[in-house]
């Protein structure tokens, strides 16, 4: 495997993204260019590494290895860099204009990506020379870069084995990362299938709640029983925001195919969008699904509201009985509660399974973008092993729903897993099993 050498990084983007990456890159020893719009924006970025509680860069020592400048005037530098990193804001033309001024200046064996939630690489370097076109790729970190795992590659039409090999092999050995290889698609892989999560758990939601579930009752089920982050559902949406979520809505409606399965979640709930008019947006403002209210006292309790009602209330604690406590015995229940996570979980699930070889070509990539990315501890094919395969299928079945195509193929090769000897081989879509690659 060729790969070239990386010892120096240069950001363009001194945001939040910019930033963390700018930081990583230091952290671990690179020589590294901040640029932004001008120079002050570029040195306050610096400033923000070592603020607060927890910094983004945790030796300030290595404050030394980070050179600042503007993109007016000191794009030239970028000569200098052996992989340069756009992370400027989620535009399309903002991204193609930097793109053209990178690649005049850039040395040749430099490697150029863009650090992109879903604008597609082929819309970005369309029309570009050939050099670039060879040398450039999708490097889609999460945030907080310097916690997430999760680092998305995805190659151009004619991007070179040798800059996938590069990347991969330094972004996983030099800055720690947990690369995953997605394809250039819409929302590549950890966004595509978790937005879809999140904005079909809000529509089935409203059925849910009105079977008698609760807020709390919800964000409960669909967390430690299925392996899930403690905020659940309802308090994600909260920490990410709905105004971003409604973003993300917008984007997928624009650019899925209308056969896509999660097209017809790709708005806002009622409820939702009347939270959203009123800048109810979660943390960011204050409160959202879930508030801290603060007594005269000092005292303080957590509120829920109530979107029936309107109303704020004091949020309940909730335990589930042994039957609601683990996915298998969960999602067979014949309760709302079993029923409801049956209903999304499975969507997911079945989701995922279809979009192979769409977004990834194996499972394997699935699953890590979910783990890593989204804090899940089991990926849809993991959490379908812990059914089981066949009971899947079988109340897929019963409901007369679609099988997917990677469960049909699972079902057609006679086995009855995703994975097998304790997970270090996957089934593959020929229908037979092959080794997981490294982490």
Known sequence: MTVRSIESVAVVGGGTMGMGIAALAAEKGCR??????????AD???????????PVLDDPEKLALITTGSVEEDIASVADYDWICEAVIEDLEAK????????????????????????????????????????VAVTHFFNPVKIMRLLELVPGRHTSDEVINTLTSFCRTKLGKGVVNAKDTVNFIGNRIGCMWMLAGLHKGVEARASGLTIEEIDTLLSNPIGLPPTGMYGLVDLIGLDIMDSVAKNLDENLPDSDAGKPFTSLPEAEQAMLDRKQLGRKTGGGYYRINKADDGTKTKEVFDLES???????????????????????????AGRFVWDIMSSTCCYAADLIPEISDDIVNIDR???????WKFGPFELIDQLGANTFVEMLEAEGRPIPAMLKNLKDSGATRFYRADGAEYIGTDGNYHPVPEE
């Open 32 to 41: 590294v260019l901040l640029l932004d719009m001008t120079k002050e924006l």
């Open 96 to 135: 193609r204009a930097i793109f053209e001024k990178l690649e005049e200046h850039r040395k040749d064996g430099s490697i150029i990506t863009t650090n992109t939630s879903g604008i597609p690489l082929k819309d970005i370097i369309d029309g570009m020379p050939e050099r670039l076109q060879q040398d």
């Open 44 to 54: 306050k970025a610096v400033s923000r590494m070592q603020a607060g509680r927890s």
């Open 310 to 336: 309107g109303d704020w209330r004091t949020a309940n604690e909730i335990e589930l009985d042994e039957e609601h406590a683990a996915f298998p015995t969960l999602v067979t229940a014949d309760t709302p």
């Open 369 to 375: 973008a979910m783990r890593w990315g989204f804090a």
